[in-house]
């Protein structure tokens, strides 16, 4: 079997296997002579072939979960089998979840600014042109947040769309053909 691992769901990158003992014990490939205590692989994806981010990526000296294969082929194949969809799915959920993150903090800084604004408005010594200056300042901020809610809005809405999409395609696949 020739077939090479494919790249991390998550990240994109590199996932390579490892030869260990039966107990899981990293290995080189002079091990294969002596094999004195079993042979086994292991999946590893370190931090150095990935994205920073990535939530399943390992400090180099550790394997990906708890199972060692009893061959290359059986890990590949486990490694290699996964459902795109899921995989997607909970990627959008993810980026949705820290979108409407992001929109809370923006709608909390607008109503800071707006704040500050109404303190200098209500001044009753009048205002200087300097705080004339911050305030409309503070408005054009204002306005941009506004306008960056709207743009993160928009994308939610198209994630949504695109989670109902791979929802309705699942539910299609899934369903029995009519005869």
């Not at 072939?49 to 059986?74: F, L, M, R, V």
Request: charged fraction near 30%.
């Amino acid at each position: 079997m020739t077939e090479k691992l494919r790249p991390c769901p998550f990240c994109g990158g590199e996932a390579k296997l490892q030869l260990t003992d039966d107990e899981g014990n990293f290995k080189d490939e002079s091990y294969l002579e002596n094999p004195y205590s079993g042979i086994g692989y292991v999946i590893i994806h370190d931090i150095s072939n990935s994205t920073s981010d990535c939530p399943i990526a390992t400090d180099s000296d550790s394997s990906q979960g708890s199972y060692i294969y009893e061959s290359k082929e059986a890990a590949i194949i486990t490694w290699n089998k996964r459902d795109c969809n899921a995989i997607a799915e909970s990627r959008i959920e993810l980026t949705i979840d820290i979108i409407n993150e992001e929109i809370e903090v923006e709608k909390k800084a607008i109503k800071n600014y707006r704040n500050v604004i109404r303190t200098h408005l209500d001044r009753s010594d009048g205002l200087s042109e300097w705080h004339n200056d911050q305030i409309s300042y503070m408005n054009d901020i204002v306005n941009r947040k506004a306008l960056t809610i709207n743009l993160k809005e928009d994308i939610l809405n198209d994630l949504k769309w695109i989670m109902e999409g791979l929802r309705e395609n699942e539910q299609k696949t899934n369903s029995p053909k009519n005869s």
